[in-house]
């Protein structure tokens, strides 16, 4: 099936008309995604897992079940960022990273320092964590 096959080097990927799409990223591995398929869960660290403010976080929507950000990237690198703050959590963007898939997650974060509706974002999320 090398018709279906997709190797992309960037973080974008526009695929239309498959039903299965093979995704080889940066020599990391393959990542099989199959239309209708929900993407496989993240391995919530203990320190939020057990915490009342991962439980807010999820109730107002910000994370879906899977514990995978329901936000834009500045939104979610936003949201780590104040919750390592309250939790005290060191190593912020590697535990976040790891945990969401993601990289470069301090670029988002100044991203949103530079966005003006990261203001009101962060006037929601210090109601919601209190």
């Known amino acids: 099936m090398a018709g279906n096959t997709v190797y992309v080097q960037g973080n974008y990927v526009d695929v239309h008309d498959n039903e299965v799409v093979n995704l080889t990223i940066d020599k990391v ?14 391995s919530v ?4 897992a057990e915490s009342e403010l991962w439980e807010s976080v999820k109730e107002a929507g910000l994370v879906n079940d899977q514990g ?11 949201l780590a960022d104040m919750l390592a703050q309250r939790l005290g959590i060191a190593n912020k963007w590697k535990m976040f990273e790891q ?9 988002d974060y100044n991203t949103a320092l530079n966005q003006k509706k990261s203001l009101e974002f962060q006037e929601k999320l210090k109601k919601i964590l209190g």
Do not use: D, F
């Open 45 to 48: 660290p203990e320190v939020l």
């Open 99 to 107: 945990m969401w898939h993601r990289n470069n997650m301090r670029c």
């Open 68 to 78: 995978l950000p329901a936000v834009s990237r500045p939104e979610a690198a936003l």
């Open 29 to 42: 591995g393959t990542l099989k995604v199959a239309e209708g398929q929900q993407p496989q869960a993240c």
